[in-house]
């Protein structure tokens, strides 16, 4: 080989050398991922790099160490829904979520006793006071993605009360229905649908009787309402299909079932669609 074929070979290894370590102008777009359409009422998880910053209206959401966020869709929301990423490298990614409406029927209670749809002044105080509670259990933010390994139903049964639905009591208009109701025999066991920590605990609400939190991190909790027993204490870590309670018909229930609410912090979404999400 020439000298000047042995030159213009070491040259070329030279430039593919530089090539292969120069970082690569054109930016991936695919790191950043969140599904195009979800329906109202939505618990949203997505993929960003890890140490990203993604800001959601006027909160900093949560990020893991894997890059999992996730954020709540609520029952009147109309979106779009924007998102803003920000990758370590400084680089910006706005995403969009578009926002499938729900229809939402009238369901109508009957029987409830007067006292709880109408309480006097001291019964709405105590009412106040005990809902104030439950709303700052909600405000637990744990770096933990015990939502991540999704969901299973705590007790079988026949679905006697749907997400969302507008509720009269009585025949008198009251607050759209928070949970699922699930139907079943005073007793049975209700078994944690994701893994958490016991974050409240009460035997006796006036509205929903025996009550129990479960935080599963980055703001995800699930609320059981109506308990007849309650088997786990404010702390306790629970693992997915562990047994937390039982059924009851306590608080302003007409018959024995386990109320399922799920919340993003202070949003209400569905443990239906929770249940569904791949």
Do not use: C
């Not at 439950?134 to 933010?141: C, G, K, L, S, Y």
């Not at 599963?216 to 629970?238: T, W």
């Amino acid at each position: 080989m020439t000298l000047l074929r042995r030159s213009q070979l070491a040259l070329a290894l030279i430039v593919l050398s530089l090539l292969l370590a120069a970082p690569l102008v054109a930016q991936d777009t695919s790191d950043v991922r969140f599904p195009a359409q979800v329906q109202q009422g939505s618990l949203v998880v997505g993929k960003v790099p890890a140490g990203s910053r993604v800001r959601f209206r006027d909160r900093d959401l949560r990020v893991s160490g894997y890059g999992t966020v996730v954020l709540g869709i609520g029952r009147d929301e109309t979106g779009p829904v924007q998102l803003d990423v920000t990758r370590p490298d400084g680089s910006r990614h706005p995403a969009s979520i578009a926002i499938t409406p729900r229809d939402w029927p009238v369901e109508r209670v009957n029987g409830v006793p007067p006292a709880t749809v109408n309480p006097p002044p001291a019964i709405a105080e105590r009412i106040r006071r005990e809902q104030a509670q439950v709303t700052e259990a909600r405000q637990r933010d744990d770096d933990r993605v015990d939502f991540g390994n999704g969901f299973i139903r705590p007790v079988e049964g026949r679905i006697s009360g749907r997400f969302g639905r507008a509720r009269s009591y009585n025949g008198q208009p009251g607050s759209p229905h928070s949970g699922m109701d699930i139907a079943a025999p005073t007793g049975t066991p209700v078994r944690a649908p994701a893994a958490g920590i016991v974050t409240f605990a009460a035997p006796d609400l006036y509205l929903t009787g025996g009550t129990l939190l479960l935080d599963h991190g980055h703001g995800v909790s699930s609320n059981f309402l109506h308990l007849s027993r309650i088997d786990a204490k404010v702390g306790d870590r629970i693992e997915q299909g562990q047994v937390i309670g039982a059924v009851g018909a306590t608080g302003r229930a007409t018959g024995p079932h386990l109320h399922w609410g799920m919340n993003w912090l202070d949003v209400r979404v569905d443990p239906q669609l929770a249940l569904e999400r791949p």
